[in-house]
């Protein structure tokens, strides 16, 4: 047995492509994907980190993103909360701030990220798809890696988070129990932490980790 597939076993972070990965992502769990007429996009209550670079990049381009909010969120100068803080959780350490959190009595937590619009979906994708580029074009980093997250530089599954208090937990059970890998559940998601490569070391580890027991 490779020393990941011991680390593995004794549930010890792994090593993928450069990145200490949780065991819990090896887990079969029966799990499904998110469904945002059942949660309202609960994790969208408040506002998120994002990189001062990544702000750059929205406002450059706040033309494509103010159509998809409603009017009362369309000037730019409400749409962060003005911290500067240094986050070296990225993939690339660097200083973040907040996105603006606004009051919404039609979401079941009073509150939402000043990005979610009516229709309880991120205006940053909805720009992204409407301008034809990837769904993440303008999504925040730990918007897209959601439900997964870095935790002192970890790739891990977000648990018990106090987002989930009231509701909205995307670790959501399956109809039918059926069992499934953490990270191929979340395929897209573990590889944008990782990379393609990483993933596909990640699956190969997996399935010997299977076959060796």
């Known amino acids: 047995m490779s020393e990941n597939s011991s680390n593995a076993a004794a549930g010890d972070p792994l090593i993928i492509n450069g990145w200490p990965v949780s065991p819990v992502l090896f887990e079969d ?39 998809h909010l409603p009017p009362e969120r369309r000037d ?19 200083n973040a701030t907040g996105t603006a959190v606004v009051d919404d009595p039609t979401h079941p937590a009073g509150t939402t990220c000043v990005f979610l619009n009516a229709e309880r979906l991120c205006a940053l994708q909805a720009a992204g798809l409407a301008a034809g580029e990837h769904p993440w074009r303008f999504k925040p980093f730990y918007c897209a890696l959601h439900p997964l997250g870095l935790d002192g530089g970890h790739v891990v599954l977000v648990e018990g988070s106090e987002i989930y208090t009231a509701g909205g937990d995307c670790s959501r059970p399956t109809d039918g129990g059926t069992l499934v890998p953490v990270y191929a559940l979340f395929d897209a998601e573990t590889k944008l932490a990782l990379g393609e490569d990483g993933y596909n070391q990640l699956d190969a580890l997996a399935k010997r980790l299977t076959a060796a027991t």
């Open 76 to 94: 730019p100068a409400l749409w962060f909360d003005g911290t500067d803080e240094l986050d070296n959780d990225w993939p690339e350490a660097g």
């Open 29 to 67: 769990r029966a799990l499904r994907r998110c469904r945002l007429e059942e949660c309202q996009s609960y994790c969208c209550s408040g506002g998120v980190w994002i990189h001062t670079r990544q702000v750059e990049d929205l406002l450059a381009h706040q033309e494509l993103i103010k159509p």
